[in-house]
């Protein structure tokens, strides 16, 4: 192939590479599914675009097939095979030039994808580091946390018989079970009359009954919390090894938790740009294929790579999602919530708005990334239905 060929096709790859040099991976406001849109409207334009350029070639060789079969004059067929060649040459060198332009789309577009579902993934963090406390859920499913009960439970401990009487340890005091039955025994035989007694039941029935029914409960979605929260740290620890992976082959090597406070990604583009610039050039050597297929390798790997996290990602999000939705049933299950709400402590109330609000956000900030078969393909390997 000539020099001044060679130069004519990079001026118009570059030209056209630089088309998208303004693609950002800055997308704090963008969905991933308009990233897989964009995905697929770029790597469509830069398909056509090739495809242009390929068939004025094909053409071109159509009619030298046509000169060929009729040319007689020696000199004139070795002319002609040379062009042929060097026709070839060009189509070669568009199909690689094609594919890189193609990888740096996907590429950007990975990135993008992955700032998203870090924010997402931290977001997730600080939900489930707020949901549901120990301490909140001591407070609500223990009944010697409620003033109602401790008042009573004083008042029955001046009135028992200090002869025969006696009181909990510490430790079995604090035990709902032990401390809800040594109240109703000491109830029952305290020097209280009747009517008292009533009276002093009725401030701590509700009390008893809710924290009896539900205290098993409460603690179920307090350790289901704790364990989607341990599986959400893996789920980050995953995606920041797969960052490291990802920009490895770019030369980048800033945690991902440093390149989003140092708001560092224009460092990542230039990194990737480099990386592309080396590849043209051993696009065009013509004698580093070899070195050309190992660079186009490292850089889709990683992208293989995300998918593999991006199904982690939603299997973490449809369990997550159907946790809460078992623990809005544990919550609704109560049922004297209205012949109670009046003794319920705010936190519980607090508790069940909570629930809501993180089951909107797993079908909403949280849900699943949905990549059918079409955009799974344009990921992967940058092919779309164009034809």
Known sequence: MSKLTKLLILILVFGFQNSFSNTTFDNKDKKIDQILTELSAEINTTTKYYSNLKQEIYTKLNQLNKNL????????????????????????????????????????????????????????????????????????????????????????????????????????????????????????????????????????????????????????????????????????????????????PIKYQTSLKDCRSNDDWDIVREKLNSFLEKLDVAINDGNKQQKVLEMQIDLNFPIDRLLQFITQYNSFIDQGGKFYEKFKIILDSYENEQQCNSSLPPAYKKLKSDIDIAIEKFNTAYKPVEINGSKMKEILYGINEYD
Request: charged share 30%; glycine share 2%.
């Open 69 to 248: 079969k009729t040319e007689i004059v020696l000199e004139n067929k070795l002319n002609l095979l040379i062009k042929k060649d060097q026709l070839k040459d060009q189509l070669e060198l568009l199909r690689l030039s094609e594919k890189s332009s193609i990888n740096k789309i996907r590429y950007l577009k990975g990135l993008s994808i992955i700032k998203i579902l870090y924010e997402k993934v931290l977001s997730l963090d600080h939900h489930f580091s707020s949901i549901a406390t120990f301490n909140e859920i001591n407070k609500i499913s223990n009944p010697n946390n409620y003033q109602e009960f401790s008042q009573v439970k004083d008042m029955l401990n001046k009135k028992k018989d200090k002869k025969t009487g006696f009181n909990l340890t510490s430790l079995l005091g604090q035990n709902i079970y032990t401390s809800a039955i040594d109240m109703v025994v000491n109830l029952f035989i305290s020097d209280a009359s009747p009517k008292e007694k009533n009276a002093e039941l009725q401030k701590i029935e509700c009390i008893l009954d809710f924290t009896l029914r539900m205290n098993n409960d409460l603690n179920t979605i307090y350790f289901e919390t704790s364990f989607l929260q341990k599986s959400n740290d893996k789920v980050m620890k995953d995606l920041e090894r797969l960052f490291v992976d990802y920009t490895k």
